[in-house]
């Protein structure tokens, strides 16, 4: 911002946000002297505020707690001419209560109420904190019974402040209390809510109860990140224990073989960064070793400490770091010398390398010539106390001269190091020969550069003693054998790669000349290879150079392809007058009145197309098919009935064999059952019904059924509805869909049979596993207050629809039935995320049907959503407001968003800025700048390069996630004959599932699978992956018919739609399928079956849907038939994990016993992880131990966790033990190494010798462990 000395309102207003909790990694102080460093900038730069930042400067000083005067504050308004809002007051009472201070607060409160601003909850929270903080616990709950005096009902964030309020003051009686009040409110406490609590118990010095809080976390979605977000706030605050026992409720992620990925970076980053003492944090670094959560946590703080600029933290945990016996790193050092070289203290850097060579690290040379070098010199280079300085530092003088002729061929000053070798005559390293050539083909200097080249080839023509103790790149750069390289062949190819123009045989030429005085020889090979590069720029000095001092290959270019875009058709007018010009000359015209005769019909001009026809009947020409359809469906659409059905009588006539078309048919009897021929229509749907053609999902021919059907049921005629969908599935014209089965409801409830009705709409669920009308039958439901119905209802879509949706639908039942509260306590439903779709269909159906009451409602109760979308809903309600012209209302909304900390977009504020503007009334906040649209008559200045421009900005807008702009560019680029590249389109798809755009994204990626190919694998497995979680099978299924078998077990594909069919409800139409593959598959068909069968989708069946087990269990028996075991596997899993081991047995026996199909069993190791269950693992164990083809690899797999499981209920003699029993038939090396460290861990710490001394990691052989009979295979994983 201060470099392009602007920003708009809204980038100001991010930026001011941005300094508040939304950074929680920050030190509150430093948060704070940001945000000010913000607001003078945006004040010296003149930037526009309006009250909208004052308030946001507000909720950062309340977050951060930084004192500061409210009456000062006012007084900064009034000097900026702003008039202050009711947030702005709102967060003055909030200022003082931090202080407790209340008669400060009652101040604004009686100001206020003199200004008839509205006293929210928000302000009722701020006094029970302010109360709390004066110590007056009784006038804090006292607020309550006030809220709810004046008609407010205590929401949960009253109660957290309250929680929160008793936590200061260590009363964890009040606190349990509180939350028994709570719960017998229907109050839901969320964890991040809860998790305040656990801040001010820490912060207050009340550790002791921390555990009792931390009890009652409930872990659901989110808690991650709040857990996160909570420790950053414990160490800001000085309590590391709280914050490390915080993080230890955090769920640690665990492969099959119980090994944990490092963990807990952001902690020990963290420690540093909130200043803990060293001590400290090498302390936290050896207790994340020790138990094995992060064996690299010693390295993640020096890199933490080095980013942040702490040398002497980051010198101390070096230090811890050699003595652990970790391997050091020059580049650990660059930070810190540059630390010293910012601030001029050339001793200190002087220092660090001496503290290198103390601590043996390589000294390289990228450590001299980018960093202690440039650190050190001012202007020009004093070599002679730079050697001098280094040597005191313990380098030798062949060393510190390779650091100095790296550093000026860096630069370019090739004849300085010559000189330089001259005086001290030193060989160099062949490491720099590159550097070398580029040197010389920036400065010409031939001279020179054979005199340092010349030392290279010295050092490499002698034995590699290692007299120059200065490193390379690697030791691989290093010469493997005694026989010398070509350094000065590959040199002079370096030059010739470096140069690349004309000038290169001029320069090698004079190179040459200068090599050849020095002595330098060079290979034949490489003679021959400069030869053939130079090709006809050889001259023949240089090939006499060459063989004195005794080279090539082309690239080919891609060709280009043009677009040929497509043709247009004739209009009546040119047909009209066509047919004028074929007259007067007197030429046949009837192909003309052919054309004209299908254009006036689709036009629907009745007349001309008879008086056409007439014409052409004249000629006698034969009317073909095509136009006597055409003219049938004009007369349809004209609502002559008579006419339609007496052309379809002469068309049939004259072709017997010829039927229309089902949507033209539809249509033709939709015509019969308004004028009430229901017979008739019957009839011709019966007789027209296209043969042996597959029934298609065809959105046009199932809407002109509905409407054809619609015109029974708006009737109530119930036996008719039937009879028409009877007709249509006997032909299998349509599928039986909610839209198809609606009207059957309909008719029903027109006679008001909501009996009726809900008997036709439980059997339609359970047959066709749709749900028509059950919006219309919901609201009934609701209406008539019949929760058994509506529970009813529920419970059917739940099976069709899955939960989520389901309530997701009630919500909306509620909401337009007036039922708010309701509503929102279903909102309230732990783990309940935002569906992004759902809701924005939802708020513009409300918009386009005015139904601003309900939109008002739906934006209310979907505040405390998680990751909802507050913007576009937002914007919505504007638009609402914009249509009904209330100003009132609509700048209400800005006012709410302040209130909430919802930032405004450009786009939102524009639109009411505009608004505001047309009616008269002042814009209370700085309008952004409208976009710049470029129209693409302004690309075509330079033709030859007309896709370059949009394809640039296509690119821009996708890396800035300005997807309406990219999608509207693509349509641009390839209307223009263009087309964007796979990873291009892929990029686009995968910015859109980030937006949660999922339509958009899934449309794209369908368009590329028809033209054959797809988003690469990544991002496709992405997109995917998202479509299973919402329940998407429909497109799933689309994706599958295009993509390869490769493709799919890549993405994991089989597996992605077995979780959305039961993310969607629809498990047993899942196992229906699979059963009907297995039921029609022939022999051949099986190899196939068996690798696409989703081995982690039938665990996650049955795990999630146990009510599934008998259709399993057929599944099993079918495919064991054929030899293939995997579902029975999959069975006996769950069956082992829910305890039920006699029934385990009994498949493992019928399935399972003597196969050579090796045994899975990741899930039972992952189930007795989650749930501390050694019981289980031994169980697991014993069987395994029973079986004598088990693998000693996979035995030590169960061992392993077995012993984990131990560790983390702090058993430790107990697992050695069991170790000790296991080591009679097993060896340590079949042992996960995590966690024998874990155990070794453990017994030391009870002062105990743990007397086995555990084998370095290895990378274990898993394709032996996979042939084995029994493994924990990755396939039955429910995430594949």
Same mark, same amino acid.
């Given at each position: ?7 708009? /309102? ?46 946001a400067l507000l909720r950062v000083y309340l977050e951060n707690e930084h004192k500061f005067s409210p009456t ?59 109360? /709390? ?15 709810? !005096?004046?008609?407010?009902?205590? *929401? ?68 991650? @990140? ?199 005559? #030193? ?15 920036? #400065? ?7 005199? =340092? ?94 063989? &004195? ?103 049939q006539q004259r072709n017997p064999e010829v039927k229309i078309t089902p949507l033209k048919m539809m249509r ?87 009996? !009726? ?22 609201? &009934? ?20 629809? !899955? ?31 935002? &569906? ?59 006012? +709410?968003?302040?209130?909430? *900390? ?32 470029? +129209?693409? +008559? ?16 296509? &690119? ?76 998407? =099978? ?23 739609? /077995? ?56 599944? *099993? ?27 385990? @047995? ?30 289980? =693992? ?9 079986? @004598? ?6 035995? !030590?797999?169960?061992? *392993? ?75 039955? /994983?429910?995430?594949?």
């Open positions: 911002m201060k470099s392009l000395k602007c920003a708009t /309102s809204t980038q100001s207003l991010l930026l001011i946000r941005c300094c508040g909790n939304l950074v929680p990694e920050e030190l509150p102080e430093v948060r704070t002297k940001l945000v000010q460093d913000i607001w003078k900038t945006l004040h010296q730069l003149g930037i526009p505020l309006d009250i909208s930042h004052y308030n000062e504050f006012l007084s900064m308004l009034e000097q900026s001419g702003i008039e202050p809002n009711r947030v702005t007051y709102q967060r003055l009472i909030s200022r003082y209560c931090q202080e407790g201070d209340i008669e400060g607060a009652s101040k604004i409160l009686e100001f206020m109420k003199e200004k008839e601003l509205p006293v929210s909850e928000n302000v009722f929270n701020a006094l029970i904190m302010g109360h /709390s903080r004066a110590n007056d616990m009784d006038s804090a709950r006292g607020v309550l019974g006030v809220m709810q !005096g004046a008609g407010l009902e205590p *929401s949960s964030e009253t109660y957290t402040v309250l929680l929160v309020g008793l936590a200061e003051h260590g009363d964890m009686e009040g606190i349990n209390a509180t939350l028994a009040e709570c719960e017998a409110a229907d109050i839901v406490l969320h964890d991040r809510e809860l998790m305040e609590v656990v801040y001010a118990l820490a912060v207050k010095g009340h550790d002791g109860f921390v555990t009792e809080m931390t009890e009652k976390l409930q872990k659901l979605s989110g808690y991650q @990140q709040d857990t996160m977000n909570l420790i950053y706030r414990l160490l800001n605050g000085g309590c590391d224990k709280v914050a490390y026992q915080m993080f230890r409720t955090m769920n640690v992620p665990q492969n099959a073989e119980g090994e944990i990925a490092p963990v807990g970076t952001f902690f020990i980053k963290h420690l540093v960064k909130s200043n803990m003492p060293v001590s400290k944090v090498v302390s936290y670094c050896q207790e994340f070793k020790k138990e094995g959560l992060n064996m690299y946590a010693l390295e993640r703080a020096l890199e933490a400490s080095l980013n942040a600029g702490k040398p002497d933290t980051a010198l101390a945990l070096i230090r811890v770091m050699r003595e652990d016996g970790s391997p050091l790193r020059a580049h650990y050092f660059w930070p810190i010398i540059v630390h010293y070289s910012k601030l001029k203290q050339k001793d200190m850097v002087y220092n660090t390398v001496k503290e290198m060579i103390s601590l043996e690290v390589p000294l390289t040379l990228e450590t001299f010539k980018d960093y202690v070098i440039p650190g050190i010199v001012e202007k020009q280079i004093d070599h002679e106390a730079l050697i001098s300085a280094l040597k005191d530092c313990g380098m030798s003088v062949p060393a510190i001269i390779n650091s100095c002729i790296a550093y000026h061929l860096e630069r370019g000053d090739v004849v300085i190091a010559a000189d330089l070798l001259s005086k001290y005559r #030193t060989r160099v390293t062949p490491v720099l020969r590159r550097e070398l050539a580029t040197a010389y083909v920036r #400065t010409g200097e031939a001279v020179a550069t054979a005199n =340092v080249l010349g030392q290279m080839v010295i050092n490499n023509q002698e034995t590699a003693s290692g007299e120059a103790d200065i490193e390379g790149d690697s030791e691989e750069s290093k010469p493997k054998t005694k026989e010398p390289q070509d350094v000065a062949g590959m040199f002079l190819l370096d030059t010739m790669y470096f140069a690349r123009n004309a000038q290169v045989a001029e320069k090698l030429e004079k190179l040459l000349q200068a090599m050849e005085t020095r002595g330098i020889n060079i290979s034949s090979n490489c003679a021959s290879d400069i030869q053939a590069r130079l090709g006809e720029n050889v001259t023949s000095t240089i090939t006499g150079l060459l063989e &004195r001092m005794s080279s090539g290959d082309l690239t080919l270019q891609p060709l280009s392809r043009e677009y040929q875009g497509p043709l247009n058709t004739q209009s009546i007018e040119v047909l009209e007058r066509r047919l004028a010009e074929q007259q007067i000359k007197n030429l046949p015209v009837t192909q003309i009145l052919s054309q004209l005769l299908i254009s006036y019909a689709r036009n629907k001009n009745v007349e001309k197309a008879e008086e056409t026809k007439r014409k052409l009947e004249a000629e006698e020409f034969p009317i073909g098919v095509g136009q006597w359809v055409i003219l049938i469906d004009m007369y349809v659409n004209a609502g002559r009935l008579e006419e339609a059905q007496a052309a379809l009588a002469e068309m033709m009897a939709q015509l019969m059952l308004t004028e009430g021929r229901v017979d008739d229509a019957i009839k011709l749907i019966g007789e027209h019904a296209p043969e042996d053609v597959e029934r298609k999902d065809d959105l046009i021919v199932n809407n002109a059924c509905w409407r054809m059907i619609n015109v029974v049921a708006e009737k109530g005629d119930l036996s008719s509805v039937r009879r028409l969908l009877d007709v249509l599935f006997e032909k299998q014209i349509v599928e039986p869909t909610s839209t198809i089965m609606g009207p059957l409801i309909k008719a029903h409830l027109v006679h008001d049979d909501l009996t !009726g009705a809900m008997e036709d709409f439980e059997k339609i669920c359970k047959e066709h596993k749709v749900t028509p009308w059950k919006h219309e039958l919901t609201q &009934r439901c609701i209406k008539l207050e019949d929760t058994e119905k509506l529970q009813k209802i529920m419970d059917l879509s739940i099976e069709v629809h !899955g939960e989520m949706n389901s309530l997701y639908d009630l919500v909306f039942g509620f909401i337009e039935c007036g039922r708010i509260r309701q509503a929102k306590k279903i909102l309230e439903t732990p783990g309940l995320r935002a &569906r992004h779709n759902r809701l924005e269909q939802r708020c513009k159906r409300y918009l386009d049907e005015g139904m601003i009451t309900e939109l008002e409602n739906l934006v209310a109760v979907t505040r405390d959503i998680f990751d909802v979308d507050r913007n576009m809903m937002y914007m919505y309600l504007l638009q609402a407001y914009e249509r009904q012209k209330d100003c009132d209302k609509a700048l209400g909304i800005w006012t +709410s968003m302040q209130e909430e *900390s919802v930032e405004p977009n450009d786009a939102f504020l524009l639109k009411l800025g505009k608004m505001l503007q047309r009616h008269g009334r002042d814009v209370p906040f700085v309008m952004p700048a409208e976009p710049i649209v470029v +129209s693409s +008559s302004s690309e075509t200045i330079a033709p030859s390069n007309t896709s370059a421009q949009p394809k640039s900005k296509f &690119r821009v807008a996708v890396k800035e996630k300005d997807l309406a702009t990219a999608i509207n560019l693509k349509a641009e680029i390839e209307s223009s004959g263009g087309q964007l590249n796979l990873r291009e389109k892929s990029e686009l798809v995968e910015a859109l599932v980030q937006q949660s755009q999922l339509t958009e994204a899934t449309k794209i990626t369908r368009d590329m699978l028809v033209a054959g190919v797809h988003p690469i694998p990544r991002i496709f497995k992405y997109l995917i992956n998202e479509l299973a979680k919402g329940g998407d =099978v429909e497109n799933l299924t689309f994706f599958g018919k295009y993509i390869s078998e490769n493709i799919k077990k890549t993405v994991s594909y089989d597996n992605r739609l /077995s979780n959305a069919y039961l993310a969607s409800g629809r498990v047993n139409e899942c196992l229906d399928a699979l059963i009907h593959e297995i039921d029609t598959a022939s022999e051949a068909d099986i190899p196939h079956l068996q690798q696409k069968f989703p081995r982690g989708g039938i665990l996650g069946f049955l795990e999630k849907e146990p009510s599934t087990i008998e259709k399993v269990k057929v599944l *099993s028996e079918k495919y064991a038939a054929h030899g293939f075991v995997a579902p029975a596997n999959c069975l006996w899993q769950h069956l082992f994990c829910e305890g039920r081991h006699e029934e385990a @047995q009994e498949i493992y026996n019928k399935y399972l016993a003597g196969k050579t199909e090796r045994l899975m069993f990741k899930k039972v190791l992952m189930k007795s992880r989650d749930d501390h269950n050694s019981t289980l =693992v031994a169980k697991l164990s014993e069987m395994l131990n029973a079986k @004598q083809d088990t693998s000693s690899i996979a035995k !030590g797999l169960v061992y *392993s966790c077995w012993i984990d499981i131990l560790c983390n209920t702090s058993k430790y003699d107990e697992g050695l033990t069991v170790l000790e029993a296991s080591l009679k038939h097993l060896s340590l090396s079949d042992y996960n190494t995590t966690a024998l460290t874990r155990l070794k861990a453990g017994v030391e710490l009870s002062n105990k010798t743990f007397p086995y001394t555990i084998p370095e990691k290895v990378k274990t052989d898993r394709k032996n462990a996979k042939s084995s009979s029994s493994s924990s295979s990755s396939s039955d /994983s429910d995430s594949d």
